[in-house]
Each structure stands twice: as C-alpha cells, then as structure tokens.
Nanobody, 122 residues
Framework: QVQVVESGGGLVQAGGSLRLSCTAS????????MGWYRQAPGKERELVAA???????NYADSVKGRFIISRDNAKNTMWLQMNSLKPEDTAVYYC????????????????WGQGTQVTVSS
C-alpha cells in the first residue's frame, strides 16, 4: 500500500511565499507523474502544476512565473514553491501521484493526499 502525505500549508499575506511538500511512502513500485491540484470553496479541483519523472513540467497559466514545482525521484518527494501569493491562490492543495505497477501489463493508479490548506490574506 502506498501513502501520500502533504505538508507546508498555512496562512500568509499577499505577496508572501510558502513551500508545500508531498511524500509518497510504502510499497512503491514506480512513480511517473506527480502533481499539485487545488480546490477553492465552491469551485472545481484544478491542476496547478505537474512534473514527470524525467523532469518535464506543466503549469496552470494562473501560476506561471510565480510557482515552481520540483521533485526528488530517489525520495519520492515533490515540492511546490509558491511565490508572490495572491488571495485567489487560497484553496486546499492536494498532491497526486501516478503509481505504476506491473511488468507485461502496467497498471497506473492515481493516489491522492489528504490536502493542505493555503490561505492568502489581502
């Protein structure tokens, strides 16, 4: 069984910074994509940023130039450095991990963390 745990959320003033961490642990076979999603009250969950095992990244337009996603494959850990935070960044941030198992047939399961609250005050 694989567990995914986020940390690093909190309350910050507009213009400030926060760094989120996500670690996968347990019976890990292989992890491909890792990503951060967020969900604000009354809104759908949206992709914030994603990173492949080879280092390729993708960002939502709303966070480009402000957020940086990174990972350490050996530690199964991912980070999201959030700079120049805005009140509209307020949301619960979730970590998602694509866990791959199998040899001849590869099964990919997306595992989610419990979420961490980020609140940006104006």
């Amino acid at each position: 069984q694989v567990q995914v745990v986020e940390s690093g959320g909190g309350l910050v003033q507009a213009g400030g910074s926060l760094r989120l961490s996500c670690t996968a642990s347990g019976s890990i076979s292989s992890i491909n994509a890792m990503g951060w999603y967020r969900q604000a009250p009354g809104k759908e969950r949206e992709l914030v940023a994603a990173i492949l095992s080879g280092g390729g990244t993708n960002y939502a337009d709303s966070v480009k130039g402000r957020f940086i996603i990174s990972r350490d494959n050996a530690k199964n850990t991912m980070w999201l450095q959030m700079n120049s935070l805005k009140p509209e960044d307020t949301a619960v941030y979730y970590c998602a991990v694509d866990h791959m198992e199998g040899d001849d047939v590869v099964v990919v399961t997306t595992l989610w963390g419990q979420g961490t609250q980020v609140t940006v005050s104006s």
